[in-house]
C-alpha cells in the first residue's frame, strides 16, 4: 500500500486525572476510510481532533506525507501552516453543521469561500462550482443565495460537506457527521457520504458511535475504550469476528436493538 497518509505513534493526553489518550498509534493510507468507533468518553472525537492538529497531546507525534510525498510534523507546523492544511489537503465535517458553516453569508458564499482561501479570485468560476457542488451533494442549486439558516439540519451538513470538498481536499476527518440527525436524513446523507468518498478517492478519518454507519463507510475499524485503542481490523473482520471483549459488548448491543 506504500507510505501512510498520516501516521501517529504513542499519542498521549491527560485532562488532569483522565487519560483521553493513552498510547494511541494509527496510521491511514491514500483512498482509505477508517472508523474510529467506541462509546461516549471513549477518547475518539478527542484522537480526531489531535490528528487534525486542532489540540496538542502531551507526547507522540503526528506525521503527514504532502502530495510529493515529504513528511510534516503536523505540531510542528505554525499556526498558519495547519490553516493550509486545513483548506487544501485536509478538510473537517464536524458533527454540528453550524461549527462548519458561516451562518450570516449565502450557501454558495460557503462554498465559494474555500475556494478563495485556495487562491481562486474569478467570481464566475467560483460560483459555478458552489452550484455544480450544491448539486453534488443534492441540494438545489436554485437555492445559492440562501443563508444556511434557511436549510433543514440534513441539508446544512449536506452544505457543509459540499464546502468541505469543493477543493478536492486528500484527507477529510468526520465528527459524528449523522449525529442528531432523524434515521430516515441519516441514512440518505451515509450513502452520499459513501458515495463521494468513492468517487473522489478520499482518505477519511471517521469517528462514530454507530456501528452500522462503520459497517457502511468504513474499511478499518479502529475501537477505543478509556484511551486505548482495544482492537482494530478490517471492517467485516471486527463486525463479524470480534475479538476483544468491549468490542463484542458494542457490536451484541447493536444485534439486540
Known amino acids: 500500500m506504500g507510505a501512510p497518509l498520516l501516521e501517529a505513534a504513542n499519542l498521549q493526553l491527560r485532562f488532569g486525572a483522565v487519560r483521553a489518550l493513552d498510547g494511541v498509534d494509527v496510521e491511514i493510507f491514500p483512498g482509505e476510510v477508517v472508523a474510529i468507533v467506541g462509546e461516549s468518553g471513549s477518547g475518539k472525537s478527542t484522537l480526531l481532533r489531535v490528528l487534525a492538529g486542532a489540540m496538542e497531546p502531551d507526547a507522540g507525534r503526528v506525521l503527514y506525507r504532502d502530495a510529493a510525498g515529504e513528511a510534516h510534523d503536523v505540531q510542528a507546523l505554525s499556526e498558519a501552516g495547519r490553516r493550509r492544511l486545513m483548506r487544501s489537503d485536509w478538510g473537517f465535517v464536524h458533527q454540528n453543521a453550524r461549527d462548519g458553516l458561516r451562518m450570516g453569508i449565502s450557501a454558495g458564499g460557503n462554498i465559494g469561500e474555500r475556494l478563495m482561501a485556495a487562491g481562486d479570485r474569478n467570481y464566475a468560476h467560483i460560483r459555478a462550482e458552489a452550484a455544480d457542488w450544491m448539486g453534488r451533494v443534492e441540494m438545489n442549486p436554485e437555492r445559492i443565495d440562501e443563508p ?7 441539508m446544512q451538513q449536506r452544505l457543509q460537506i459540499a464546502r468541505c470538498l469543493v477543493t478536492n481536499p486528500r484527507l477529510v476527518f468526520m465528527d459524528e457527521p449523522t449525529g442528531g440527525l432523524d434515521v430516515s436524513v441519516q441514512a440518505r446523507l451515509l450513502d452520499l457520504i459513501r458515495g463521494l468518498v468513492a468517487q473522489l478517492g478520499l482518505a477519511v478519518f471517521f469517528v462514530t458511535h454507530d456501528i452500522g454507519a462503520a459497517r457502511l463507510l468504513a474499511h478499518r475499524i479502529v475501537v477505543m475504550r ?5 482492537e482494530e481490523g478490517l471492517a467485516d473482520r471486527v463486525l463479524d469476528d470480534p475479538r476483544h471483549a ?6 451484541s448491543s447493536v444485534l439486540a436493538a
Open 226 to 230: 478509556h484511551g486505548r485503542i482495544v
Open 148 to 154: 444556511p439558516k434557511n436549510f433543514s439540519g440534513g
Open 246 to 251: 468491549y468490542t463484542q459488548l458494542l457490536v
